[in-house]
């Protein structure tokens, strides 16, 4: 069964860092893009950021471009979402994606993690 598996969520003050992993199992998704997400409370399932599979093209949102970091290691089969300047705003659960088109993931996209919280105090 394939599943990608986030952690490093947690609590954190505004201002502060967090890096997540999303580090998928039952097979390799080297080829595929890999995307972030988050989802607040009340409010749908938003974009955050995207990298191609080669790691040659990356994707932010305008809230958090300047601040967040996308990263992957196909060595590793991993990707990695690197939070800095938290804000408040940023609370939601962040929900890792693949998409097996290789070069962005969206909404759409074909697998999906079960979500890490992460929690931004002010």
């Known amino acids: 069964q394939v599943q990608l598996v986030e952690s490093g969520g947690g609590l954190v003050q505004a201002g502060g860092s967090l890096r997540l992993s999303c580090a998928p199992s039952g097979r390799t998704f080297r080829s595929y893009a890999m995307g972030w997400f988050r989802q607040a409370p009340g409010k749908e399932r938003e974009f955050v950021a995207s990298i191609s599979w080669s790691g040659d093209t990356t994707y932010y949102a305008g809230s958090v471009k300047g601040r967040f970091t996308i990263s992957r290691d196909n060595a590793k089969n991993t990707v990695y979402l690197q939070m800095n300047s938290l804000k408040p705003e940023d609370t939601a659960v962040y929900y890792c994606?693949?998409?097996?088109?290789?070069?962005?993931?969206?909404?759409?996209?074909?697998?999906w993690g079960q979500g890490t919280q992460v929690t931004v105090s002010s």
């Open positions: 994606a693949a998409d097996r088109a290789g070069h962005i993931a969206t909404i759409y996209s074909d697998y």
